[in-house]
Nanobody, 127 residues
Framework: QVQLVESGGGSVQAGGSLRLSCAAS????????MGWFRQALGKEREGVAT????????YYAESVKGRFTISQDNAKNTVYLQMNSLEAEDTARYYC????????????????????WGQGTQVTVSS
């Protein structure tokens, strides 16, 4: 079992920055990848960024490349999402997720790869 708790959300003006944190506890050694997803009102949950815990390989959605950065602090069992140049379209509830099953080479931001989810943190960007 892996427990995930997100923090760092809030309201910001367009062009601003926020850093989200995801603190993991429990069987964190079993995590293959840690990802950030978001879900805007009335839309499906979509993958934003992910990092493979062993090796640090990262993947990003096209919409956030160059603006968002995912990183991890293994000593603290924490994953971060630094979000810069925020846009109104980034407004959503952001969820942290952990995938503990073997990666078979599918798209790393596919929801099905992740089997543990946090409760989410709201990010609101005003234009």
């Amino acid at each position: 079992q892996v427990q995930l708790v997100e923090s760092g959300g809030g309201s910001v003006q367009a062009g601003g920055s926020l850093r989200l944190s995801c603190a993991a506890s429990g069987s964190t050694y079993s995590s293959v990848a840690m990802g950030w997803f978001r879900q805007a009102l009335g839309k499906e949950r979509e993958g934003v960024a992910t990092i493979f815990t062993r090796g640090g390989t990262t993947y990003y959605a096209e919409s956030v490349k160059g603006r968002f950065t995912i990183s991890q602090d293994n000593a603290k069992n924490t994953v971060y999402l630094q979000m810069n140049s925020l846009e109104a379209e980034d407004t959503a509830r952001y969820y942290c997720a952990a995938g503990t099953t073997s990666w078979t080479g599918t798209w790393p931001l596919a929801k099905d790869f992740y089997n543990y989810w946090g409760q989410g943190t709201q990010v609101t960007v005003s234009s």
